[in-house]
């Protein structure tokens, strides 16, 4: 099954996996924390709404907030416990502003709420396991964190040939899929089918990254005798990026613009299989999620299971603290990975990772002048051209940037990685990202003022036209009146 | 706490100074080379080149009121000082050094804006504006002879002693006399052209550029540590060989064959460790070669037809102008789009 046929990739780079550091920890199960702080958006689309209030009594796996709108999704309770608050808690986001977020006070009793399991799964059908998905508030655990039934529905009604599982996980220092792959691989394979069976793939693949060869073993054992095919690929970052998997396995590319449904290929992470197995042949939604927590600076890294909602610090207590004080703390990978300065911040369903690093491990260092030596440019995956793309940014010509592809950048971060300069690259291209959208908003806005200003101009013209015609016809009016009147008055002396 | 730094949240451990230090590594071996050759006029030139470049650097950074440590240390003028000397005749009094050098890095690069901002490879144009202002000096050659002792050496530098009875030509300098006297090159070459000599770099010539050997090892050092490609050193080569196979084949008496060519001159230098210049080259692997190709072969019409003997210094200016224009039309093919930019279309199945 290894040796299915792998094409070629562009750029890419090789950052130091620290993988070692977590790899060989079992999954473990955070003991159970007094308050859970569980954000109303944990995902692509409008926040969910929340249907509880504050003193309501809820059971684990109890629906919290609903999905609002067609991109979003539901939020369960992540344990039982009363409602604390509905108000405003840290983000987790690099800026540490609030966000609306409802307070759940465990009560240490784990009381669930009655759950449906069903024998022969495959006896559903297609929309009704989309269905359950989407009940069970299932995202993209990969980090993007995009709604999965959406993405099942959309791929059924345009057609899936190849279904592509990613456990590349190629992001430095996490190991999450690679324990989930290793312990629970026969519920991710059965996952895994029936996601084939909602979509209708005729083809499915797993590709793993071969730094991974036990993840690879696991889930070749258990893939015996289904159509579930196991590919090791090579270990490179971003492999684990969804244009670039989509890319080393099938050779297609998706259009820019466009979206993998559109060459016949719907991309799941493996994770995402595992809780998508749990909520079909369960009934549980997803409640928990497994996290990473690595890095120089944490005393034990290993790979927990935690609860949605749980604040951070708790699971860096529960990796014994901090080895050395830490430089940076991020959520997520090293390389797309965002910094957060709060440890309140609890673990949403996209947090794949908790990282404390040293200094040394960041590397940091002041920007120098650019020397064009197109690294940059080698260690694209995309084909951009970063080093030209970030002197029309400073330059403020955006136009120009989006030319040599600004759009197409899929913010990987392996140009800023390589670059022997230290210019932050990355950070230009999604300020410039940023700023074109808002320049886009300010454009439809001046234009649709401009639409709205010249309707005005138009109906005060209209107004002051009317207006003068009438006063016109008024005036004719009277001068013909009066006109009559002297004419009667004549005729009147004249007899 | 830090301020909020953007992702990634790691760095391969790779900087500009160490991006030059390897360089500077790499040709020592062909400096060393020349010192051994040449004898102590080549150390003082080469010493003279890196102060003039350090001193004159400080001084126009400090009137621009810009720090002065981080653009010394990064290293970038040294390297170009150093790559001037190697090409400068190892007994080219003091004066052409500390010219050279400063025209390199004050005009050269510094006018330009600093670092990454010059046009033209700064040692290239600094060689050319010597070669042009002061052809005498600049092709006073030398034998590898008895190197002169320290004080000799002292008067050769600064004081410009006449080269009794060691003056040279070069190679392509002495082929190019000989044909102005009606004079083959079957006659030309003998006596003058081992090619085993010419490997291992003792016949006259620049100070660093005799050794080819070592400047290819250098080079090949580089393209390991990837610091280069090989895309621009090989066309370079190629665009000069390829010719002159050609030409050789169909007039031998009249057209050198690519072997002398590829073993003489700048040539070695260029390939590897001018040409390669990032700032002033083409950024994509396809556009270094077209550049590489255009110097090959720029250098070798020179050599062949123009009035100079050699050609490397203005080839590669004269791509160097190129190079924008290279960038223009060469540029990779973007995920999910077609070469001229349009999103693939969709298929239909």
């Known amino acids: 099954m290894l040796s299915a046929k792998l094409f070629k990739l562009r750029g890419g780079v090789h950052p130091e996996g620290r993988k070692n550091l977590s790899a060989e920890r079992h999954i473990r199960t955070l003991p159970l924390p007094q308050k859970l702080f569980v954000p109303l958006q944990q995902h692509i689309g409008a926040p969910a709404s929340p249907v509880v209030n504050v003193g309501d009594k809820v059971l684990k796996g109890q629906l919290i907030a609903v999905a609002q709108g067609a991109v979003s999704s539901s939020i369960h309770a992540p344990t039982s416990g009363v409602i604390v608050a509905l108000g405003d808690h840290v983000a987790p986001h690099p800026s540490g502003l609030p966000v609306p977020t409802i307070t759940l006070q465990s009560d240490g009793a784990e009381n669930w709420i009655a759950c449906e399991t069903i024998a022969d799964p495959f006896a559903l059908t297609p929309e009704d396991i989309a269905a359950r998905v989407g009940a069970a508030g299932i995202v993209g655990l990969g980090g993007a964190t995009f709604p999965s039934a959406l993405k099942l529905n959309l791929s059924r009604s345009s057609g899936v040939q190849t279904l592509i599982m990613n456990g590349g996980e190629c992001e430095p220092y996490l190991t999450c899929d690679d324990r989930i792959m290793r312990e629970r691989a026969a519920e991710i394979v059965e996952g895994i089918r029936l996601i084939a069976y909602a979509v209708a793939a005729q083809e499915i693949l797993v590709g793993i990254e071969d730094n991974k060869p036990e993840a690879i073993a696991a889930m070749q054992a258990a893939s015996v005798d289904t159509p579930v095919k196991v590919v090791a690929m090579p270990s490179m970052y971003p492999m684990g990026s969804e244009k670039q998997i989509i890319q080393v396995l099938t050779g297609k590319e998706v259009p820019a613009g466009g979206r993998p449904a559109d060459i016949g290929v719907l991309v799941h992470n493996v994770a995402t299989a595992y809780a998508v197995q749990q909520a079909i042949r369960f009934g549980k939604p997803l409640l928990s999620r497994l996290v990473t927590l690595s890095g120089g600076a944490i005393k034990t890294p290993c790979n927990v299971e935690a609860l949605i909602g749980t604040p951070v610090e708790e699971l860096i207590a529960f990796a014994d603290g901090y080895a050395q004080p830490a430089a940076r703390m991020v959520l997520g990978g090293p390389m797309m990975g965002q910094q957060f300065t709060n440890t309140n911040v609890p673990v949403v369903k996209g947090t794949s990772g908790v990282l404390a690093l040293t200094a040394s491990e960041i590397g940091q260092a002041e920007p120098s002048p650019c020397i064009r030596c197109s690294t940059c440019i080698r260690a694209c995956p995309v084909g951009l051209m970063p080093v030209e793309m970030v002197s029309r940014i400073r330059a403020s010509d955006l136009a120009a940037a989006v030319d040599f592809g600004l759009k197409d950048c899929i913010a990987c971060g392996s140009c800023s990685y390589v670059c022997p300069a230290h210019i932050p690259l990355v950070h230009y291209f999604n300020y410039a990202k940023g700023d074109l959208a808002a320049q886009e908003r300010t454009k439809l806005k001046q234009e649709a003022t401009k639409k709205l200003a010249d309707a005005r101009n138009e109906r005060i013209a209209r107004i002051e036209r009317e207006r003068a015609e009438a006063a016109a016809r008024r005036k004719a009016a009277r001068e013909a009146k009066a006109a009559k009147a002297a004419a009667e008055k004549a005729a009147e002396e004249v007899a | ?349």
Request: include cysteine.
């Open chain 2, 1 to 349: 706490m830090n301020p909020i730094a953007h992702s990634p949240h790691a760095h391969a451990p790779v900087s500009i100074p160490k991006v030059m230090g390897t360089v500077l590594l790499a040709l020592t071996p062909a400096t060393l080379f020349g010192f051994w050759l040449f004898g102590w006029p080549a150390i003082n030139l080469w010493a003279v080149s890196l102060i003039a470049a350090i001193l004159g650097e400080a001084f126009v950074v400090r009137m621009q009121g810009r720090a002065v440590r981080p653009v010394l240390m990064d290293g970038s003028g040294i390297l170009t000082a150093w790559l001037l000397a190697l090409s400068l005749p190892p007994y080219a009094p003091w004066w052409i050094a500390v010219l050279g050098s400063l025209f390199a890095v004050v005009v050269g690069k510094q006018v330009f804006g600093g670092l990454g901002q010059n046009l033209f490879n700064p040692a290239m144009a600094a060689r050319v504006m010597l070669l042009i202002s002061f052809p005498l000096e600049m092709t006073s050659w030398v034998a590898p002879a008895q190197a002169p002792g320290w004080l000799d050496s002292l008067r050769i530098t600064f004081m410009s002693q006449p080269l009794d009875g060691m003056a040279s030509a070069s190679l392509l300098g002495h082929v190019k006399t000989e044909f102005t006297r009606g004079v083959g090159l079957d006659q030309a070459l003998s006596g003058y052209y081992a090619p085993q000599h010419m490997l291992m770099g003792s016949r006259a010539g620049s100070l660093g550029e005799t050794a080819a050997v070592l400047l290819l090892i250098g080079g090949l050092f580089l393209i390991a540590r990837r610091i280069i490609t090989w895309h621009a050193p090989v066309a370079m080569l190629l665009g000069v060989a390829v010719p002159a196979l050609l030409f050789n084949a169909i007039d031998a008496n009249h057209y050198a064959g690519p072997l002398v060519h590829l073993l003489s001159g700048g040539l070695m230098l260029g390939a590897f460790f001018i040409i390669t210049d990032p700032v002033t080259s083409p950024n994509t692997a396809k556009g270094q070669f077209i550049f590489g190709l255009g110097c090959g072969l720029l250098t070798w019409i020179i050599r062949t037809w123009g009035g100079y003997p050699e050609g490397v210094a203005f080839a590669v200016m004269l791509m160097n102008a190129a190079t924008p224009l290279i960038d223009q039309f060469v540029k990779p093919r973007i995920y999910g789009r077609d070469r001229k930019g349009a999103a693939l279309s969709v298929e239909k199945r």
